[in-house]
């Protein structure tokens, strides 16, 4: 009985709100035409990607094949409307640290099956992405298969070191007759510290690997007494 008066009351009152209201405030027509309004005043952000293929010919035929085909450019560039406009003074956003591709490639047990993952803290930590992967065409860097036949171990093993990108051949002069009769033929194998300070010692032209002062760190050492030259991270 009382909730039933409650319930008489909140109905009645609310009734006779709405009927009181002028029939503008209750017109959908307004409310439509309003949202019409003002979402058509926002300025268009994304230009799509097509309209990038016109001035960016090369960008977009090396994405149309690759990994990335299904990407479009301003998933990475962020929205380029307006540099489209106005292409020489509004400039898109181009990432170039490590914190952008892992929003998609860090391990993740909950993507697909199959979906190409890493883990960022010890996938080659020490560089940015794009000095091994090519983000328009992201090909995973090979060895050459011609030492894998034979040498899988290190192979492996140097692909996941921050050795991946020296090639083999940069540290072995391998005579082709080594892959017929390799254990009459042998490659060469680095002989000196001076070899390995080529790249890494202070003052060397090549910047990337890390420097270190070659007259005292290791002292009478050869460098591969100390690091595993196929897994250099790895202090023996
Ligand atoms: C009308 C031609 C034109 C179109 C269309 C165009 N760009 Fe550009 N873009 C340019 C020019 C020109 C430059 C180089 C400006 C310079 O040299 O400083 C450039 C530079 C860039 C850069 C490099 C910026 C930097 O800081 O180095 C990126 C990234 C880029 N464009 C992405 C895009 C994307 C994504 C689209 C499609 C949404 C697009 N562009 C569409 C003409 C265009
Ligand atoms: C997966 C993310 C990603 C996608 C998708 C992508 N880009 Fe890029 N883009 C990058 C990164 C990262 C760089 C910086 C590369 C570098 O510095 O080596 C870059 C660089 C560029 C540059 C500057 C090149 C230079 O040498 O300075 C242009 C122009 C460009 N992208 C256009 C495009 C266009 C056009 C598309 C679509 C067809 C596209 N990008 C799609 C990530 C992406
Ligand atoms: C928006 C999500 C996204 C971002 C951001 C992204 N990727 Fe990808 N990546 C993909 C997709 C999707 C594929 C294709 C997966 C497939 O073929 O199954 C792919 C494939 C790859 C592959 C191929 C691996 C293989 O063996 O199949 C590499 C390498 C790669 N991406 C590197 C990068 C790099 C480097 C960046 C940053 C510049 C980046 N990705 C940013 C979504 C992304
Ligand atoms: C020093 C070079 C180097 C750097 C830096 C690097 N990678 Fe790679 N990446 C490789 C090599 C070599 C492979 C292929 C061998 C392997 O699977 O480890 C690879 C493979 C991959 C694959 C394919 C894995 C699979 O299972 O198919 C993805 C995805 C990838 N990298 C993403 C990234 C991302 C994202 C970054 C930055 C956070 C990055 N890489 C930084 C060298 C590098
Ligand atoms: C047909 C198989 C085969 C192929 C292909 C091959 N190797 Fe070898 N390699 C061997 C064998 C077997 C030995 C071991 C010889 C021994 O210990 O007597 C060897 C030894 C070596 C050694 C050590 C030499 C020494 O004196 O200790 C190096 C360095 C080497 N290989 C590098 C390479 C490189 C780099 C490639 C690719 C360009 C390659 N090999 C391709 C089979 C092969
Ligand atoms: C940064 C230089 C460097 C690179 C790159 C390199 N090596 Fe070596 N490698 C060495 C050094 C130094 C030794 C000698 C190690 C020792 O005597 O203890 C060696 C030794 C070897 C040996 C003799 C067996 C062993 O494990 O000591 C083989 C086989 C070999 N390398 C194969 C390869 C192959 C295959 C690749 C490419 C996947 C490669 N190396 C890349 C520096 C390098
Ligand atoms: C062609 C140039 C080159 C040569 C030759 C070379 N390295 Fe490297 N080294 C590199 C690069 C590139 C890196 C990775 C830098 C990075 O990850 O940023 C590196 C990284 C290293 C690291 C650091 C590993 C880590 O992750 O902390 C050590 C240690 C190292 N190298 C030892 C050696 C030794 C020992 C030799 C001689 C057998 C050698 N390197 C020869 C280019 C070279
Ligand atoms: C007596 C052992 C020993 C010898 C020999 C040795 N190292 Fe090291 N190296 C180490 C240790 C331990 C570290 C790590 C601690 C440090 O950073 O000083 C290291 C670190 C490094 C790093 C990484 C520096 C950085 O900033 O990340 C490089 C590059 C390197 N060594 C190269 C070489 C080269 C090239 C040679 C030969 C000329 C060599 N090492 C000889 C023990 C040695």
């Not at 009927?19 to 994304?46: G, I, M, N």
């Not at 292409?87 to 990432?95: I, R």
């Not at 540290?171 to 009459?184: G, S």
């Amino acid at each position: 009985m009382r909730l039933g008066i409650v319930a008489a009351i909140i109905f009645g009152g609310t009734g006779l709100i709405v009927y009181r209201l002028p029939p503008a405030l209750k017109s959908q027509r307004f409310h439509r035409q309003t949202t019409l309004q003002a979402e058509s005043e926002r300025s268009v952000q994304f230009a799509g990607f097509n309209a990038c293929g016109d001035c960016h010919d090369d960008e977009y035929q090396k994405k149309k094949t690759g990994y990335h085909k299904n990407l479009s450019c301003e998933t990475c560039h962020g929205p380029a409307a307006g540099h489209v406009a106005d292409p020489v003074t509004v400039k898109p956003f181009v990432s170039r640290e490590r914190r952008g591709c892992p929003v998609c490639h860090e391990y993740d047990a909950s993507r697909p099956t199959g979906f190409p993952q890493i883990v960022p803290t010890v996938h080659n930590p020490l560089q940015p992405c794009v000095t091994c992967h090519n983000p328009h065409d992201p090909v995973p860097p090979k060895t050459p298969e011609e030492c894998s036949a034979c040498h899988a171990g290190i192979v492996r093993t140097k692909a996941v070191s921050s050795h991946a990108l020296v090639a083999c051949t940069q540290c072995h002069t391998v005579p082709e007759q080594h892959k017929a009769t390799p254990r009459i033929v042998r490659p060469t194998k680095p002989e000196t510290r001076d070899f390995c300070g080529k790249c890494h010692a202070r003052g060397s032209p090549v910047v990337a690997p890390p420097k270190i002062d070659i007259s005292t760190h290791g002292e009478k050492y050869v460098c591969w007494q100390c690091h595993y030259p196929h897994l250099p991270a790895e202090r023996l």
